[in-house]
Nanobody, 126 residues
Framework: QVQLEQSGGGSVQPGGSLQLSCAASGYSHSDNCMAWFRQTPGQERQGVASIYTGDGETHYAGSAEGRFTISFDRASRTLYLHMTNLNPEDTAIYYC???????????????????WGQGTHVTVSS
């Protein structure tokens, strides 16, 4: 059973930076798809970025491109999302997600992912 344990997040002023972490465990096959999603009240969960842990190929939503960086440390099996130049529109609950094997072409689709982290709050406010 894959388990995802999130940490990081919190409050930051506009223009600031934050890093989220997601420690993955409970699986043996090392090359999989992991992603970050975010959700605000009353809205659907939206894909932020994905990474195939086999070769490090990444994909980003337009809102994240150039500001966020997704990465994966194979030794610790920890997924990261480094967020810079944050603005109030980035305020949300952020979730990490896991899917077996290669990332699907439409990586941003929620039903594609089998396992989810517990979520962590990110608040961007002055």
């Amino acid at each position: 059973q894959v388990q995802l344990e999130q940490s990081g997040g919190g409050s930051v002023q506009p223009g600031g930076s934050l890093q989220l972490s997601c420690a993955a465990s409970g699986y043996s096959h090392s090359d999989n798809c992991m992603a970050w999603f975010r959700q605000t009240p009353g809205q659907e969960r939206q894909g932020v970025a994905s990474i195939y842990t086999g070769d490090g190929e990444t994909h980003y939503a337009g809102s994240a491109e150039g500001r966020f960086t997704i990465s994966f440390d194979r030794a610790s099996r920890t997924l990261y999302l480094h967020m810079t130049n944050l603005n109030p529109e980035d305020t949300a609950i952020y979730y990490c997600a896991f899917d077996w094997g290669h990332c699907p072409a439409r990586w941003w689709l929620v039903p594609k992912y089998d396992y989810w982290g517990q979520g962590t709050h990110v608040t961007v406010s002055s």
